[in-house]
């Protein structure tokens, strides 16, 4: 059987260094099971999160190559094994240890968007009625998985650190299928202007191209919500009324 | 004394699957304080894994379903060692629940006139199962979690219980590690629930993820609580084959229920050779009657590919022992051949199953819109586990609650294919409810520091040792022998040869050595897990040999038959000085309007 060398992050909070581990390499693996074998055989310490392996769960999030990637939807025979393979954790959170990267503050922002408020039940049972075609948009974002890689390759994140004013592409997604929920009554515009930090947005379609789920993030969540933000509040005749309101 | 912090809630709530959340949400509204205990991250549990969809009689797409229908597909498809009234409250109140769902956020697929769309499933006579296509655990954990953020729960993620403490008999609390530096944590509860999930790590072909380990199964019976039904374990039977590092992730009955079939290597469609007596009647004898079913005709009967799922494993399992079997070792699952009868069959499938196009492509290169799938049975879920009341999912224990697929009871010897996302939020709001009700009712209990010292004395043995066993090592022993010895075809003896062998593992798993230190520390974390798959295992090994019969989920070849003296009870286990104790607990008697409404249904 062939064999590949992997070498990855090893060491805490703190720092930590590369270090080169030998895997069997057989039919269909991906880059989780080498990451288990590793775990079983050599290196019992290695810290990884994963739960489904089947791309459900979005835990086992990692950058493979320097590409952010779910470990258990990365097939080794799509790699060149004659290199070394890298695998570190997911670098625009703080390293917990080895592969393992501090997500918590994702949590965090989730609790700061307003949650669903539905309209009144309309229907004479009491619930809703809702057509297919008005929820095909709705249910695209809610195939998220939160594996948070888009959170990770957005350069505004990664690069400039602005996590206190941006909720990056996770949460404008998650906003945009609140906002463009058919039974939603809430309006989060100003949020998103303010608070959420969509300005910072320059729509450069990295998170699209990472998603695992291929949830078209920035054609068809944030660019509309972005609309949305001009309409409401850079709006030179609304802004006339709301002044005239004002007084 | 064992350095700790302390946390206090009325009501502690281990497992934040679906079953664990819908609980915690219940127990939150009633104005009780309430902690949430996820083994991992939030919004990750197996829940998200599940596919097909949740079963309710709505009636949005056969308006001749209801509660009465439900009541009795669960209860056949149980073998009728169900326990009835959690079968009837289930289906009465799993309508309401889904709808409370889309009250919270839940985006399901529709009907024409605009309802929530219900698909066909196994073992269920009507279109029952709301769905948003094959990804509806990812909509119901995300929904609850989206919902419970907003209601003031505790979450403590990445925390792993390692053993409940008691007042005397009653369950006060417990004792865990945070995994990030392992630090010993004491949580104290009025009540308990548990809604840990199942026990298929004890297995090699499984889909289910290292979490399932049997947890809430174990601490419950080491704290003296019943289990029952443990001989029970559902293998879906269909799992992938192909290629061997994804052997045992499921592939949903959902793909059947779009009018997927099972053929063998000879292009036979075998599941029409063997069609149970009693579901003659409401199953398909022909192939175009079959696809008549699946396309909505009202008239038809369903195909047998969508009989319940302890049978169709074994006539797999049949197949591929008889040599008709695919390279790999499976059958075949097409739903390629839909083409024949509809025009935009491949975008329809992308539609319909957008996560099996997507899992098989990525991870076994073949496009199931022009080529059949390959599957075979795969370790699933667990029917048996903490024995509850009914009504409120109180265990044997005072303070101590269950639900989920950690309790036991609704699905009898077999559940059906949806019943189990319906279970978790029916009987997960119960054990909220009700377990919010004992808090306000009680008192903390006093904790027990020597049991505290003990627990923890044990769990970091592993660390002291020098040397050792590899707990990876025996966990993948124990997997294997499970799945050789106590598996889909059972008998006798080699179940007696389990039980020598888990006494070995038993012994091995004492000295197990992790090198390392405590922070985020798999090896430890796998050593801890180790015990509860241990003790899940005797039970289930237990419980099988006791059940002289074969009955939905045991299959034994000693014993090919269902034999009515076996009816009459389940099989229960406990732990006494010890030892773990077999009994066989007597099924009540299922009240008259119950039993006109299984005579009704035929």
């Known amino acids: ?247 | 004394m064992t350095d700790h912090t302390t946390f206090e809630h009325d009501v502690l709530v281990i497992g934040a699957g679906g079953a664990g959340l819908r609980a915690a949400i219940e127990a939150t509204a009633a104005g009780v304080s309430v902690g949430l205990i996820c083994k991992s991250l939030l919004g990750k549990a197996h829940t998200v894994m599940a596919e097909g969809g949740m079963a309710a009689a709505m009636g949005n797409v056969d308006d001749r379903d209801n509660w009465k229908v439900h009541f009795s597909d669960t209860m056949r498809g149980g073998q009728y060692v169900n326990n009835w009234r959690m079968a009837e409250l289930h289906a009465k109140e799993a309508p309401d629940r889904v709808r409370e769902l889309e009250a919270w956020g839940a985006v399901f697929d529709r009907t024409k006139d605009g309802k929530i769309l219900q698909r066909n499933f196994g073992g269920h006579r009507y279109p029952r199962l709301a769905h948003v296509g094959d990804r509806t655990g990812l909509e119901l954990i995300r929904t609850l979690q989206d919902h419970g953020i907003h209601q003031g729960i505790d979450v403590h993620m990445e925390v792993t219980v390692i053993s409940l403490l008691k007042d005397g008999d009653r369950v006060v609390g417990c004792f865990a590690y945070e995994r990030e530096h392992g630090r010993f944590r004491v949580f104290k509860a009025k009540a308990v629930i548990l809604a840990t999930g199942g026990v298929g790590r004890a297995y090699r072909i499984t889909s289910n993820s290292w979490e399932g380990t049997g947890d809430g199964h174990a601490l419950a019976y080491h704290a003296g609580a019943e289990l029952i039904d443990m001989e029970f374990i559902q293998f879906h039977p269909t799992g992938m084959v192909w290629p061997p590092s994804v052997r045992g992730i499921l592939v949903t009955e959902g793909v059947r229920g779009e009018g997927g079939i099972l053929k063998n290597s000879e292009g036979k469609r075998f599941m029409f050779d063997d069609i149970p007596a009693n579901y003659k009647e409401q199953t398909a004898d022909n192939e175009e009657e079959g696809w008549r079913y699946v396309t909505g005709d009202k008239n038809a009967r369903r195909p047998p590919e969508l009989l319940t799922r302890d049978h169709v494993a074994r006539c797999i399992n049949r197949e591929v022992k008889a040599g008709r079997g695919t390279p790999h070792g499976g059958v075949y699952l097409d739903i390629a051949w839909i083409k024949e009868k509809i025009k935009d069959a491949p975008e329809h499938i992308k539609r319909k199953l957008p996560s099996m196009y997507h899992q098989f492509m990525q991870l076994a290169n073949l496009d199931i819109t022009t080529t059949p799938m390959e599957v075979g049975p795969t370790t699933h879920y667990i029917m048996g586990g903490i024995r509850v009341d009914a009504d409120t999912q109180a265990s044997t224990l005072p303070g101590l609650y269950a639900a989920g697929e950690c309790a036991s009871g609704i699905n009898g010897a077999n559940r059906l294919g949806g019943n189990s996302l319906s279970d978790l939020i029916v009987f997960g709001k119960r054990a909220g409810e009700y377990a919010a009700q004992f808090s306000k009712e009680n008192s903390h209990g006093s904790i027990d520091d020597a049991q505290i010292d003990r627990e923890a004395k044990r769990a970091l043995e592993p660390f002291e040792r020098v040397d050792g066993e590899n707990p990876f090592a025996i966990q993948h022993d124990l997997q294997g022998m499970m799945q050789d010895l106590v598996g889909i075809v059972r008998q006798e003896s080699e179940m007696l040869e389990a039980l020598d062998g888990l006494a070995k593992l038993n012994e091995r798993a004492k000295k197990t050595f992790v090198p390392g230190n405590i922070d985020f520390n798999p090896g430890w974390h796998t050593s801890l897990d180790l015990r509860n798959l241990l003790t899940v295992s005797e039970a289930i090994t237990r419980s099988a040999i006791e059940r002289k019969e074969s009955r939905g989920g045991q299959f034994r070849d000693d014993y090919p038959d269902k034999d009515p003296e076996f009816s009459k009870f389940n099989i229960a286990v406990k732990e006494v000085n010890g030892e773990m104790q077999i009994s066989r607990v007597p099924i009540p008697e299922m009240p008259a309007e119950l039993k006109q409404v299984i005579e009704e249904m035929g």
């Open chain 1, 1 to 247: 059987m062939a064999k590949a060398t992997f070498s990855i992050r090893r060491g805490g909070r703190d720092g930590g260094e590369m270090v080169d581990y030998q895997a069997e390499v057989s039919e269909g693996m991906v880059v989780l099971d080498a990451v288990h074998q590793i775990q079983a055989e050599s290196a019992p310490d290695l810290a990884c999160r994963w739960n489904c392996k089947a791309g459900k769960c979005g835990s086992c999030s990692a950058e493979i190559n320097g590409m952010p990637k779910l470990m258990c939807m990365t097939r080794l025979d799509t790699i060149d094994l004659s290199q070394t393979v890298t695998i570190e954790p997911m670098r625009a959170f703080p390293p917990i240890k080895d592969l393992i990267s501090d997500v918590s503050w994702n949590y965090e922002v989730k609790k700061r968007i307003k949650k669903f408020n539905p309209r009144k039940p309309d229907a004479e049972d009491g619930t809703w009625r809702m057509q297919q075609s008005d929820i095909d948009r709705v249910q695209e974002f809610r195939k998220c998985i939160e594996c948070y890689l888009c959170q990770d390759v957005c350069h505004v994140l990664r690069d400039h650190n602005k996590h206190e004013e941006f909720i990056g592409p996770r949460f404008l997604v998650y906003t945009a299928a609140l906002e463009m929920h058919p039974l939603d009554t809430e309006n989060r515009t100003e949020d998103l202007k303010d608070m959420f930090g969509i300005g910072y947005c320059n729509i450069t379609k990295c998170c699209t191209k990472v998603c695992p789920e291929h949830i078209t993030i920035t054609d068809n969540a944030i660019i509309p919500l972005k609309e949305r933000v001009v309409d409401e509040h850079y709006d030179p005749l609304k802004k006339l009324v709301k002044l005239f309101r004002k007084k």
